[in-house]
């Protein structure tokens, strides 16, 4: 089974600060991880995704995460915050179980960014 | 080009209802899946189609919802005897191929079921 916890409920950054929004994942076979963010009243849209291929992996809208297996971790981060960045977060995993890509998904952190 | 989309955008029923919510899949899509957002948790794994058949619908909660895709485009989530727990966000995502190969999950709107 897969499982993602999503460290932070809510995150809280200035303008032009680092973001950092935590995911620990568990699973029993080798995971695929993903990001999506969710603005207010629209569908979720992929950040990033991490597929076994590089472990640093590059995303929209100036977004990576790292793939750590020791830690067992696939944070989200982006080195200036903007204004645009506030949105809900979601990690999520997939196994590919039975050919069935669906995804798991974390609680969500909800990003804000102060002026 | 069009995404997905989902209609209605809010629903409004009555305990005991049965209610119908329909997806449109990007044009071309094989894979469809359903999705539920209950209040400030993440989308929860429902039912997955490849083409016109179930090829997982290990997320539904109990034998009142169902699915269908009858001709492997636009979807129907059906839910009978709605109970005030089934409010919450559905969510629709069609994808190129699904069977592995791990592309984008596209997703649409949703639709607000809100059961009184």
């Known amino acids: 089974a897969q499982s993602v916890t999503q460290l932070g409920s809510h995150v809280s950054v200035s303008e032009g600060a680092l973001v950092l929004l935590r995911c620990n994942y568990s699973?029993?076979?080798?995971?695929?991880l993903f990001w999506y963010v969710q603005y207010p009243n629209q569908g979720l849209q992929l950040l990033l995704k991490?597929?076994?291929?590089?472990?640093l992996v590059k995303g929209i809208n100036g977004f990576e995460a790292e793939f750590k297996k020791s830690e067992t971790s696939f944070h989200l981060t982006k080195p200036s915050a903007h204004m645009s960045d506030a949105a809900e977060y979601f990690c999520?995993?997939?196994?590919?179980?039975?050919?069935?890509?669906?995804?798991?998904f974390g609680k969500g952190t909800k990003l804000t960014v102060n002026p | 080009g069009a995404g997905v989309s989902q209609t209605p955008s809010n629903k409004v029923t009555e305990k005991g209802k049965y209610v119908e919510l329909r997806c449109d899949p990007i044009?071309?899509?094989?894979?469809l899946y359903w999705y539920r957002q209950s209040l400030g948790q993440g989308p929860e794994f429902l039912i997955y189609?490849?083409?016109?058949?179930?090829?997982?619908d290990s997320g539904l909660p109990n034998d009142r919802f169902f699915a269908v895709r009858p001709e492997g485009s636009v979807s129907t989530l059906k839910i009978q005897r709605t109970e005030r727990g089934d409010s919450a966000v559905y969510l629709c995502?069609?994808?190129?191929?699904?069977?592995?190969?791990?592309?984008?999950?596209?997703f649409g709107p949703g639709t607000r079921l809100l059961v009184l």
């Open positions: 995502a069609s994808s190129l191929k699904g069977l592995g190969s791990l592309e984008t999950q596209y």
């Open positions: 189609f490849q083409g016109t058949g179930a090829a997982d």
């Open positions: 044009s071309g899509h094989t894979a």
């Open positions: 999520a995993v997939s196994a590919l179980v039975g050919g069935s890509e669906k995804l798991v």
């Open positions: 699973s029993s076979v080798p995971p695929y």
């Open positions: 991490y597929t076994s291929a590089a472990t």
